[in-house]
């Protein structure tokens, strides 16, 4: 009888020695919470040829915690080829494209430093995006992004970034509405320090819709942004992104 009355004093031990282990050995591997960051994004496309297209950007970036206010304002080109995947009812006829180019350059002003130092950059980029169909009609995608960086404004200094993202998608139509949850993984590599600097893990939905034009779609998102370089430590990141497509 000794042995019942003492399991419920040991399992209680048990149980609280594992919740206090289970956010210790996550902390140990994400490293310190930072704070939460949004990131919301407007996009216009517009169609100028067979496989062509060109779209404006613009994109603030919010950290309300530490202050920080930036806004990024870009533009691109695409040449999409092989249109030879899946077809689909969302407008982005990029994602029936077995291949995608895209080169731009952006400004992302720093509208309000915060806890961050001054400084504006200028960026060259450049995606080559690769696609193909599954089973399950799951679409997969690896976007290997570069980018060459300037800062410019009260700071100086340049650095190249390589982003790899892998993705999976799947839509479903519902009453002919598109709907699309998707996730992805993505590494970035920094030259200064010349090391992988960044790890992210995001999932979300997109959704479809026809008010004008050739459609529209919005996305809401949720990332784990874990910092690799110089110390680790992850922040959440809350996106939401409606782009139009003409």
């Not at 939460?36 to 919010?62: H, M, N, W």
């Not at 679409?139 to 892998?166: C, K």
């Amino acid at each position: 009888m000794r042995g019942v009355k003492g399991l419920p004093s040991r399992v209680g031990v048990l149980v609280a020695a594992l919740l206090a282990a289970g956010p210790a050995h996550a902390q140990g591997f994400f490293g310190p919470q930072g704070s939460t960051s949004y990131q919301p994004e407007v996009d216009a496309y517009f169609q100028v040829g067979k496989g062509l297209r060109l779209q404006a950007q613009v994109q603030p970036y919010l950290v309300p915690a530490q202050q920080v206010a930036q806004i990024s304002f870009a533009l691109y080109g695409a040449w999409m080829v092989a249109a030879v995947l899946q077809d689909l009812l969302s407008p982005d006829v990029a994602k029936e494209h077995a291949v995608e180019l895209r080169v731009g350059a952006l400004y992302n002003a720093n509208v309000d430093p915060g806890t961050q130092g001054p400084g504006s950059t200028w960026t060259l980029q450049a995606d080559l995006t690769p696609r193909f169909n599954l089973p399950a009609g799951l679409l997969v995608s690896q976007r290997n992004r570069v980018s060459f960086n300037w800062l410019v404004d009260g700071a100086t200094g340049s650095f190249f970034r390589y982003r790899g993202r892998l993705q999976l998608e799947r839509e479903f139509a519902v009453a002919r509405v598109p709907i699309t949850p998707f996730a992805n993984a993505e590494l970035f590599w920094q030259q200064q320090p010349a090391m992988w600097t960044q790890f992210r893990m995001q999932a979300g939905v997109q959704i479809g819709f026809d008010l004008f034009a050739k459609g529209q779609t919005v996305e809401i998102n949720w990332s784990a942004i874990t910092s690799l370089q110089p110390s680790r430590s992850w922040s959440p990141q809350v996106g939401l992104i409606l782009a139009s497509y003409f």
